[in-house]
């Protein structure tokens, strides 16, 4: 399994499977809760560019486009 951050991901197949459970568009909370991360995580990724493209801010709400997110997480450069 590979590791992200410290934390142990589900393989790929597992993971499209899961997410076909989520809405399309979804919230750094519901984010953070799929992968296992803080929510605070996910927020300083975005506020970093680490989500470039994948999220939209929308008054004081952000949405994340989820299959961008997750195709980013998992399949992006290594973050350093």
Request: net charge positive; charged share 20%; proline share 6%.
């Amino acid at each position: 399994r590979p590791i992200i951050l410290g934390h142990v991901v589900p393989k790929i197949n597992s993971i499209a499977s899961a997410a076909d459970d989520l809405p399309a568009v979804i919230s750094p909370t519901q984010l953070a809760d799929y992968l296992g991360l803080s929510v605070h995580t996910i927020y300083a990724w975005i506020a970093a560019g680490r989500l470039a493209g994948c999220s939209r801010r929308r008054g004081k709400h952000v949405l994340i486009v989820r299959d961008c997110a997750l195709e980013t997480v998992l399949n992006g450069p290594d973050w350093k």
